[in-house]
């Protein structure tokens, strides 16, 4: 069945960047693709949720070109700072962009994948993607989506029947490959490339697409400024949705800090079982350069690092000011994310940025000192009030929340009549993929998926 004519609009809107851009490249050709998961939640919102699954395999398997997008995949160049270190060798070294389309807003979107092969910027990959990181990378979108984070959505994921060799786990181990549907895969990395390269005519062009075509703005006086200044506010508000999620991404390098603030590309990320500044994800981040406090700062340095690559077509001081603004677009989606996450709002129906933060401060500190779950917290707490076993160690958090309301109903869902609240701690994530690996068992994969969306709906019910 083809793509459903309602809701399919095919797009190619990148190939007006130009070759200097990307690298055309083929997948890989795989010996299997038995599918293991279709997000069809989010085929509905690009019109390809009527495909079957022989067409879908053929499609996020083979990469036969969806009609009317791109005819061949396209790997993107870019640099970036990884761990604070500038890399001029890296690009899409294991995916590739394979399509465009439009979803149900009109927002231009990108189909990309990741373990479909090598490409020019491999290096000394392989191109693959291990089972198990494709697994983790399933829950960890699918648990972002629920607590209201940005996020790329894992769109398809299939084994591919490669046995793969690696350093950092059982080896050999099962190979598949995921596409992914984000809102565009330029990052800042991809303008390091064109300051690096002194290139102003592609930086130029660079920034008439992100505005047109990401942003879906005119430009104004000074474009270049607009730009970094919505960047700026779409990564501050990544920053505090992480916090407030509990979520830990692990890289934060610039070539993975998507330009529109929609988190992508997980790795060793960890959901933090307590509110502790210093827990990392990655066992390589020695220093915690990118530890569970440290975000906030790591991100602001990151688009410090887009604001110095447009130096090459603007004057600092307009520049300047954009990125200064990082701190306050902070504590704006500070304010928002903790009000979605406790099912709370003023009484007046306005957004109170001071008292909303305060709360946030609240319960960082609280739950610092207390050493108390996250997720038990804002379990527990949801609607605003904090159940009588909560003591006076609680007492600044009750005082924070006093102006504020529940929402409508906010315990209604039968979410909040469950014993313990759904989760996503690393326990649980080793758990799911040693039921896969040892016994081909993915009932508890898929039961895990079905009751984070439920909780998604339990906290989307009050609106966001």
Not at 43 to 50: D, F, I, N, Q, S
Not at 58 to 63: E, I, K, L, T, V
Not at 92 to 113: I, P
Request: net charge negative; charged share 25%.
């Amino acid at each position: 069945m083809p793509p459903s004519p309602q809701a399919y609009r095919p797009e190619n809107a990148i190939l007006t960047l130009g070759d200097a851009f990307y690298d055309r490249v083929r997948a890989a050709g795989f010996p299997e693709t038995r599918l293991r998961f279709r997000n069809d939640r989010a085929a509905a919102e690009v019109g390809l949720e009527t495909l079957s699954d022989d067409e879908w395999r053929a499609h996020f398997g083979r990469f036969a070109p969806l009609p009317g997008s791109l005819p061949e995949p396209l790997a993107l160049r870019y640099h970036g700072h990884q761990f604070r270190v500038y890399n001029p060798e890296i690009g899409d070294g294991r995916g590739f962009t394979f399509a465009q389309l439009r979803d149900r807003t009109g927002r231009l979107m990108d189909l990309g994948t990741k373990g479909s092969g090598r490409t020019p910027w491999s290096r000394f990959g392989d191109g693959r993607l291990t089972l198990k990181g494709g697994v983790r990378e399933v829950l960890a979108t699918e648990m972002l989506e629920a607590l209201g984070v940005e996020t790329s959505r894992s769109f398809s994921l299939i084994e591919t029947g490669e046995a793969l060799e690696r350093g950092d786990e059982p080896s050999p181990t099962r190979s598949a490959v995921l596409a992914r549907l984000s809102h565009g895969h330029i990052r800042i990395g991809t303008f390091q490339r064109l300051a690096y390269l002194r290139d102003e005519e592609n930086m130029q062009r660079l920034v008439e697409y992100c505005l047109a075509e990401l942003f879906q703005v005119a430009p104004d006086a000074d474009p270049v400024a607009q730009l970094l200044g919505l960047v700026v506010e779409r990564t501050a508000r990544l920053a505090a949705s992480y916090m407030i999620a509990g979520f830990v991404h692990g890289v934060l390098n610039s070539d993975n800090i998507n330009v529109t603030g929609e988190s992508f590309d997980y790795g060793p990320w960890r959901f933090a079982p307590t509110w502790n500044a210093g827990f990392t994800a990655a066992y390589f981040d020695h220093n915690g350069l990118y530890a569970f406090g440290s975000q906030p700062e790591a991100i602001h340095w990151d688009a410090a690092q887009l604001a110095v690559s447009l130096r090459v077509l603007s004057e600092a001081e307009p520049l300047i000011a954009q990125l200064d603004m990082f701190g306050e677009h902070y504590r704006l989606a500070i304010a928002r994310q903790i009000q979605f996450r406790l099912g709370i709002r003023h009484p007046s129906g306005e957004l109170e940025p001071e008292l909303a933060g305060a709360i946030a401060e609240a319960v960082g500190r609280t739950l610092a000192a207390t050493e108390a779950s996250i997720d038990r917290f804002f379990f527990d707490a949801y609607g605003g009030v904090l159940p009588p076993s909560y003591g006076p160690e609680w007492d600044e958090v009750r005082r924070a929340l006093a102006p504020f309301e529940s929402l409508p109903d906010a315990r209604s869902h039968p979410y909040f009549t469950d014993a313990e609240p759904c989760s996503m701690l690393i326990d649980e994530v080793e758990a799911i993929w040693a039921a896969i690996d040892r016994d081909d068992d993915w009932a508890p994969f898929h039961a895990k998926i079905a009751a984070i969306r439920r909780m998604g709906e339990a906290l989307q019910a009050g609106g966001k």
